[in-house]
């Protein structure tokens, strides 16, 4: 039985700051607290670097999922990350995408997940720090997970 992996999407799978550019200045400005609120953001993000091969990977040697929260306020944001989903990750992440703002009621043996908040401090597997000393990209998480199969 292979291992439970999940994968938090934003400033994990997708950069979030790369979507800014293509976003008209009047919502940066109104937004400027909430840029996660500017309706139709999520879709226009592109991948972390060696994050799309990094997730073909690991789904072929993990049960994996993408495990992300959506703000509340951004009623966009739900299908835009699934458009996103569609779009890179493809036919490996088909019906694999978890919308939840208590990610430790997600039961599993890995989070890759670069923030504490919406429950990864409180998941009861191992939380993989993304972008921290320890696994400051995709290359070391993946050589890291390969070494707990």
Same mark, same amino acid.
């Given at each position: /039985?292979?291992?439970?992996?999940? *994968?938090? /999407?934003d400033?994990?799978? @997708?950069d979030?700051?790369s979507?800014?550019?293509?976003?008209?200045?009047r919502?940066?400005?109104?937004?400027?607290?909430? /840029?996660?609120? *500017?309706?139709? *953001?999520f879709?226009? /993000?592109?991948?972390?670097?060696g994050?799309? +091969?990094?997730?073909?990977?690991?789904?072929i040697? =993990?049960?994996?999922y *993408?495990? $992300?929260? $959506?703000?509340?306020?951004?009623? &966009?944001?739900?299908?835009?990350?699934?458009k996103? @989903?569609? &779009?890179?990750?493809g036919?490996?992440?088909?019906?694999?995408?978890?919308?939840s703002?208590?990610?430790?009621?997600n &039961? !599993?043996?890995?989070?890759?997940?670069?923030?504490?908040?919406n429950?990864?401090d409180?998941?009861? !597997?191992e939380?993989?720090h =993304?972008?921290? +000393?320890? =696994?400051p990209?995709?290359?070391?998480?993946?050589?890291?997970?390969?070494?707990?199969?």
């Amino acid at each position: /039985m292979k291992k439970v992996l999940y *994968i938090d /999407m934003d400033n994990v799978l @997708v950069d979030f700051p790369s979507a800014f550019s293509k976003i008209p200045k009047r919502y940066l400005i109104t937004h400027k607290e909430r /840029m996660d609120e *500017i309706p139709g *953001i999520f879709s226009l /993000m592109d991948p972390i670097p060696g994050a799309v +091969d990094s997730f073909q990977e690991l789904s072929i040697l =993990f049960d994996t999922y *993408i495990l $992300s929260t $959506s703000p509340w306020e951004n009623e &966009s944001a739900w299908s835009d990350k699934l458009k996103w @989903v569609k &779009s890179y990750l493809g036919q490996n992440a088909y019906k694999r995408l978890i919308l939840s703002h208590h990610k430790n009621l997600n &039961s !599993g043996d890995f989070l890759i997940d670069d923030r504490l908040a919406n429950g990864a401090d409180k998941f009861k !597997g191992e939380h993989i720090h =993304f972008g921290t +000393d320890k =696994f400051p990209n995709w290359l070391s998480v993946v050589n890291y997970l390969k070494d707990k199969i």
